[in-house]
């Protein structure tokens, strides 16, 4: 039986070389998030290397948390939960005490030049065309954060022939379906600033209160950048607990 070859630099470490074709078949979607990839043995067998060279890649890709292990299953590619850091430290509860999730509107999505913010988060040129998303997330009907979000239109440009009202509850999945363009982590920032007018006015709240602001950029499984996001809500909202031992 013939073995695929690893193509990559040969001054890597064979592990290494396996690690980076494997996250290849990630980020290319032959290995979609939520499904099992070979076995140890197929793998072995398919790339002609040892086993251990094949559980080192793995467990590589399991501590960058792009795959997860099951015990007696197998291993999967990691589906990451996006909206952790919301639910974290904006968790909200109905009168009977149950937790609630926010429900999801888009108000505007069009093409505008990346400013200079946006441009070094997506790592784009000054004014190269992004796709702008703006979006409510609300509880009740009653608006909880406000979020802006950018995206390079050279990857993201299908969305301009969507309307607003037709965006679901979540986007990533809605990003993969419609444009191909798979996240795999992000990277994010919490900060604390006085709310100005239009802030104001979106959440009922008095201007320069407090508000804070979550910085996201969110990477595909190659790590580069695909959505630059800033999500404001009313500092009162924000609690913030850690159990420390």
């Not at 078949?25 to 499904?35: D, N």
């Not at 702008?132 to 950018?150: A, N, T, V």
């Not at 301009?160 to 795999?184: S, T, V």
Request: proline content about 6%.
């Amino acid at each position: 039986m013939s073995t695929t070859a690893l193509g990559q630099d040969e001054r890597l470490p064979l592990y290494q070389r396996l690690r980076d074709e494997m996250l290849g078949k990630i980020a290319a979607g032959e290995w979609l998030p939520g499904e099992a990839i070979p076995t140890e043995a197929e793998l072995t067998r398919q790339y002609g290397v040892a086993v251990g060279t094949v559980r080192k890649a793995v467990e590589t890709l399991v501590a960058e948390g792009l795959l997860l292990r099951a015990q007696g299953r197998g291993t999967f590619v990691r589906r990451p939960n996006f909206d952790g850091s919301l639910f974290r430290f904006f968790r909200q509860v109905s009168a009977s005490g149950q937790p609630q999730v926010p429900q999801s509107r888009v108000l505007d999505c069009r093409q505008v030049p990346a400013d200079a913010a946006v441009s070094q988060a997506l790592k784009l040129g000054q004014d190269e065309p992004c796709v702008f998303l703006q979006r409510l997330r609300l509880i009740e009907g009653r608006p909880l954060f406000h979020e802006r979000i950018w995206l390079p239109a050279s990857r993201f440009s299908a969305l301009l022939d969507i309307a607003p009202d037709d965006f679901p509850q979540l986007l990533y999945p809605f990003y993969e379906q419609h444009c191909g363009q798979r996240i795999a982590s992000a990277q994010e920032t919490l900060t604390v600033s006085a709310a100005d007018a239009e802030l104001a006015v979106i959440l009922d709240v008095a201007e320069t209160s407090p508000s804070v602001v979550i910085e996201r950029t969110a990477l595909g499984y190659d790590r580069t950048p695909l959505e630059y996001r800033l999500s404001r809500a009313a500092a009162e909202s924000f609690r913030y607990q850690v159990e420390i031992s």
